[in-house]
């Protein structure tokens, strides 16, 4: 200690004992400590007051002074010397007296009788040292205490034997939703979800056991309100003797994970189901669908596995927006849902498909009867952001074990099913039998083929001309596409037209069949043929296509037809599906100076009134009203109305399917304009009908 500075304060009433003490440090603290330097006190008020004023390495206190006595003495002096070691005073060798001093705080005793030099010099020595040692335990214990109250976990110690708490700090209390007070009475058991406690009580015996240095686990405690918070807990033993004794205390850090613990579920949650319906999906669908299979086996009972698909749903979508198919679709699911029974299970597996499995059947007719009652329950009409959208499905059944033992077998075979019923007309529910099979094989093969035909040029246009009723003269055309199939020969649109319509390639067949006629029309004039005006029938989807109008100027302009030798055809059905959509579409055609005709008029349920809105130049009249004119008296007073009605509302009237004399003698009779059909002309190849009106015929 030869580097150390030692400043000491003497309390000391008696002269010859201050006296005696000052010339035991004169002697040894010249040698021990480099600066030494001694202030004498006479009394406790003295002392205090020294001590306010400078700071001491070490207090010698008599414990006997004028002011003051005994063990008082000492506290007071500690109130004020806190940090400093003091070296206790008496003329008592009393040993009880002495372990109660250093009890209260005296860092050493002495007899002031038996005092020595050397022995002075070790109690200072081992005063300095045992007070640094205190404070540097205080430092950490303090350090300790602040972590494990301020620590973000949750901390705890608690009894090993009994596992009950003995120190929480204010996160575990957070955690829990106990006060420190409460949970003090508790035990780990105690808040530990029942059904987590047998594992946690396993790993906890192992630790007592010293089997494990420490273990975690992910649990839940039950919080004070009775809910349950999902923790991590990490537990560690606190052992006498180095580690190797016996248990002193169980450490424990506590982390809430209840957030993870949700993400956790939702991220399964949405592995398993569909986002949009709540549903499950395919994943999950094929999992339930492999219990059910063994149920059914172990029971010797039969089950369907059932494929849905929505007809017309994409023309919802391109009409109204995605907003409003995926309301719908959330409809259609509570629809479905309310026609099965608890035992059945329904999944959205994409789009606008449903799988379902029919579980626990006796019967395979037993199916049918579901399917019917899904099948009606679409009768009613969906309320869809303030429409009513007549939305139908087309479901097909396969049957387990009578179809098959295989589930992806099954699941195709019920999906051939259902593309059955929607070649049978939609809006109905079939069986699988073998004999579709052969058909779905077919029609998957003509799917694909149909998809390369403009890229292969198979497909081509026939026209057929529309007359004046009145002279017999052509007055325009009728654009008609064709698909000159390689292997099945030239096929009308009644063969392939339905099947783009479901496969949504019916926007690019009508896309090719627009550029095509007016590049045909041109060329048609540059070799100077006389000009015709066209007409062209457009199917919902490319009507309802943004920027579609934007895209006719675009091909009017690049082929130089005149906008007034256009005309396009939309069917009566359409126009009244979205009339506000329909309306916004044919006045900007109308505005390019395009020509706008309503096919199949009569079919449909259109409003008088909304039709006068529209920028309509032609009615065209449905063939069912046409074919029995001669003998039906109701077709021809239904007749006789339209073309009173169309030519109140300037309107032209067109009659299609005309075939025979009767028909076109009562046509002109009732006022009819114009007719189109197979007694005037059938359609004509390019080739043939540009002759036609290069003869001026």
Same mark, same amino acid.
């Given at each position: ?39 004498? !006190? ?95 335990? &205080? ?11 301020? $620590? ?108 993870? &613990? ?25 999992? #339930? ?50 026609? #099965? ?31 019917? &009652? ?73 799917? $694909? ?9 198979? #497909? ?15 007055? /325009? ?40 006629? /007016? ?33 006719? !100027? ?34 900007? #055609? ?36 046409? &074919? ?17 009605? !169309? ?24 006022? /009819? ?25």
């Amino acid at each position: 200690m030869g580097t150390a500075d030692l400043n000491i304060l003497l309390i000391e009433d008696n002269p010859a004992d201050a006296e005696l003490i000052d010339m035991m440090f004169s002697e040894i603290g010249r040698e021990q400590f480099q600066n030494y330097s001694l202030k004498k !006190a006479d009394s406790l008020a003295a002392g205090i007051k020294a001590l306010g004023k400078e700071a001491f390495s070490v207090v010698l206190l008599d414990l006997g002074l004028p002011d003051s006595s005994g063990l008082e003495t000492l506290l007071r002096i500690e109130e004020n010397a806190q940090n400093i070691p003091v070296i206790a005073l008496t003329g008592l060798a009393d040993e009880e007296f002495a372990a109660r001093a250093i009890s209260m705080g005296a860092q050493d005793y002495v007899v002031k009788g038996k005092i020595t030099a050397d022995g002075l010099y070790r109690s200072v020595l081992y005063s300095l040292e045992r007070k640094k040692s205190e404070l540097l335990l &205080k430092d950490s214990e303090e350090r300790f205490r602040a972590f494990f109250e301020l $620590s973000g976990m949750g901390a705890i110690q608690a009894d090993p034997a009994s596992g009950r708490f003995i120190m929480v700090n204010r996160s575990f209390c957070e955690l829990t939703g106990y006060g420190s007070e409460e949970l003090l009475s508790l035990s780990f058991r105690e808040i530990t979800h029942p059904d987590d406690w047998p594992a946690d009580s396993d790993s906890y015996e192992k630790l007592l056991r010293g089997e494990l240095a420490q273990y975690d686990r992910e649990i839940r405690y039950l919080h004070k309100e009775g809910h349950a918070v999902w923790v991590h807990v990490s537990r560690t033993l606190l052992r006498r003797a180095g580690g190797r004794g016996e248990p002193l205390r169980v450490l424990g850090i506590v982390h809430d994970i209840t957030d993870r &613990k949700r993400m956790e579920r939702e991220i399964i949650e949405m592995a398993h189901h569909d986002a949009l319906t709540g549903l499950p999906n395919r994943r999950l669908f094929i999992e #339930l669908a492999q219990i059910e299979m063994a149920q059914a086996s172990r029971n010797h009972k039969k089950m369907a596995f059932v494929f849905l698909d929505l007809d017309r749903f994409k023309e919802v979508n391109d009409t109204f927006g995605h907003e409003a198919g995926d309301k719908l679709l959330k409809e259609v699911a509570l629809r479905i849902r309310k026609s #099965l029974r608890k035992s059945d299970t329904i999944a959205r597996i994409g789009g606008d498909e449903f799988n379902i499995i029919i579980a626990d059947l006796h019967r395979a007719e037993g199916s049918a009867e579901i399917a019917r &009652k899904i099948v009606d329950s679409f009768r009613v009409p969906f309320l869809i952001a303030g429409h009513e959208l007549h939305v139908t499905a087309s479901i097909g059944l396969s049957i387990y074990p009578d179809d098959d033992l295989d589930m992806e077998t099954l699941f195709r075979y019920a999906d051939i099913a259902m593309y059955h019923a929607k070649e049978t007309g939609k809006n109905n529910f079939q069986f699988y039998n073998p004999s579709i099979n052969v058909h779905s094989a077919q029609r998957i093969k003509m799917e $694909s083929r149909m998809r390369q035909a403009i890229a292969k040029g198979e #497909l081509m246009l026939y026209y057929q001309p529309l007359a004046d009723i009145r002279t017999g003269k052509m007055v /325009c055309a009728e654009a008609l596409v064709r698909w000159r199939h390689p292997e099945m020969g030239l096929l009308e649109p009644k063969n392939f037209i339905p099947l783009a319509e479901e496969t949504g390639y019916i926007t690019a067949i009508d896309e090719w069949v627009l550029e095509a006629v /007016c590049s045909q029309a041109k060329q048609w004039r540059q070799a100077g043929l006389p000009p015709v005006c066209f007409t062209v029938n457009l199917s919902s989807r490319v009507f309802q296509k943004a920027g579609f109008a934007s895209g006719i !100027a675009r091909i009017l302009k690049d082929t130089g037809l005149p906008a007034g030798s256009l005309y396009l055809e939309i069917t009566e059905t359409l126009a009244m599906e979205n009339i506000q959509l329909t309306a916004s579409q044919l006045a900007q #055609l109308s505005g390019l100076g395009v020509q706008i005709s309503i096919d199949d008029f009569g079919t449909g349920y259109s409003s008088l009134n909304y039709l006068k809105r529209l920028p309509i130049g032609r009615l065209k009249i449905d063939r069912s009203f046409i &074919k029995d004119i001669a003998t039906d008296p109701d077709d021809r007073a239904i007749i006789n109305a339209v073309v009173a009605m !169309a030519h109140n509302m300037k309107m032209k009237v067109i009659a299609e399917g005309v075939e025979t004399a009767d028909q076109l003698d009562f046509l002109r009779q009732a006022g /009819c304009d114009e007719m189109q059909g197979f007694l005037y002309s059938r359609p004509l190849p390019a080739e043939i009908f540009s002759e036609l009106i290069g003869n001026g015929k």
